[in-house]
């Protein structure tokens, strides 16, 4: 299982500590974060003890209003089961109690530097932050490009020209995300996110040519940190008798930790655009979300030209 540890949290999101500064070393291992209710009136039967527990204007106001034996009693109850950490979005003034209780049970507790925002605009931008970085991944070896904003996996043969499209793309406006080495998160059960390992960040390798920043040459537009995988393109060498001239064909699918994403193929030999094609391809696969298929409107056109034929006679 994936993890992280409070203190990366608390640097992501510039988080101040108020208690617990010695623990913040503890495990982070869910998405999702919890902001107790009915825990403060004493229901734990579904109580998610391994979230993070955010704590908002709205819980802060209620434990102020406690007498002081009735709020030991509510937060007791809630840190004697060890969650991760606390994150307060109120402020701080008012907490002393709240310390206490985290500093006797070891857990950290941590505030937002800015309470003017939003508790859910704060538990929205913890809980994406969660989900990339505790998402299950795997590097594949290919190449991730985003095409009019799809993201397409390229993948083939070393040689094929996975690089050489990518370079090509770039050049009409698409965005490299990643060359040679493609991480893969899964981000949702039907969900793959594409994104690069680091080292190879804005890095594209060409034969002949060698190792370019794509960024350094083609400015900020030509590369993007990540994208949704929604086609995986293999290209292929070019087989004569091997190409599918079908005016539509069953839809294939490859499949990554469990989530299937629509598969083609694309052949590819001296002079073929293959660019082109890939164009065409994800604006062709935009269309059938959208509800249209070229090859039906055909079908439609020629059973209405028959239609019409029959009753001329």
Not at 20 to 31: A, M, P, V, Y
Not at 200 to 209: V, W, Y
């Amino acid at each position: 299982m994936k993890k992280i540890t409070v203190a990366d949290l608390a640097k992501r999101f510039s988080l101040k500590v108020l208690a617990g500064e010695k623990h913040l070393h503890k495990n982070i291992t869910r998405t999702r974060v919890h902001r107790p209710g009915l825990e403060f009136v004493g229901y734990f039967e579904f109580f998610p003890t391994q979230r993070i527990q955010i704590l908002g204007r709205k819980e802060v106001t209620y434990l102020h209003k406690l007498s002081h034996e009735e709020r030991k009693m509510r937060i007791g109850n809630i840190v004697h089961y060890h969650p991760p950490c606390f994150i307060v979005t109120a402020e701080e003034e008012g907490l002393t109690y709240l310390k206490h209780h985290c500093l006797e049970e070891e857990i950290p507790l941590l505030i937002t530097q800015n309470p003017e925002n939003s508790t859910t605009e704060y538990i929205a931008k913890i809980e994406s932050y969660l989900s990339n970085v505790l998402a299950p991944e795997i590097s594949i070896h290919g190449v991730c490009v985003n095409v009019s904003g799809i993201g397409i996996l390229l993948r083939g043969k070393s040689g094929v020209g996975k690089s050489e499209t990518a370079h090509t793309l770039i050049g009409r406006g698409h965005r490299l995300v990643a060359d040679d080495i493609v991480v893969l998160k899964k981000i949702s059960p039907n969900t793959l996110l594409g994104t690069h390992d680091e080292k190879t960040k804005e890095f594209l390798a060409l034969r002949s040519i060698g190792l370019l920043n794509v960024v350094r040459l083609y400015g900020q537009k030509a590369f993007q940190e990540e994208t949704r995988i929604s086609l995986d393109i293999t290209l292929s060498k070019w087989e004569k008798d091997d190409l599918n001239n079908e005016l539509d064909h069953e839809l294939q699918f490859s499949e990554y930790m469990g989530v299937s994403i629509p598969s083609i193929e694309i052949q590819v030999q001296p002079g073929r655009d293959v660019a082109g094609l890939i164009e065409a391809a994800v604006h062709n696969w935009i269309l059938k979300q959208q509800g249209y298929s070229a090859a039906e409107e055909f079908m439609r056109r020629i059973e209405l030209e028959i239609e019409a034929s029959d009753s001329d006679k």
